[in-house]
């Protein structure tokens, strides 16, 4: 295991399996790690929580992605989320411009690590 880097990641997701998998690979990457199955339930625990970052992968459309990412950002702007699409989705007006990474769920093993590294660098 890697030594934890004390930055506290949120991931919002409605599959509890690929929930479950992609919060085992962040705490595997030393990350805190919370959890949430719904995008409203996500919204209310961002804005109780102390958090550095989001992982947003909502299966039932690319149009609730977008209204959680934008509620997330007017909440916390500075906070960076990402947003995981299945291929072959397009993208819900202003989700490009509100997430601060998009990211196929098929590159998600290889790229979400390296995505939150680069958005939250070592202190």
Wanted: charged letters at 20%; aromatic letters at 2%.
């Amino acid at each position: 295991m890697i030594k934890p880097n004390g930055k506290t990641v949120l991931c919002i997701g409605n599959d509890p399996v690929h929930l479950n998998l992609r919060c085992s690979l962040l705490k595997e990457h030393g990350w805190i790690v919370l959890s949430s199955g719904s995008g409203h339930e996500g919204v209310i625990r961002f804005s109780q929580e102390a958090v550095d970052a989001v992982v947003v992968d909502l299966n039932h459309g690319v149009a609730e992605s977008a209204l959680i990412t934008g509620e997330l950002k007017r909440l916390r702007p500075e906070v960076p989320v990402i947003v995981l699409v299945a291929a072959g989705n397009t993208l819900a007006d202003g989700v490009p411009y509100q997430a601060n990474a998009v990211i196929l769920k098929s590159q998600e093993t290889s790229m979400l690590v390296d995505a939150l590294r680069a958005l939250l660098p070592p202190e």
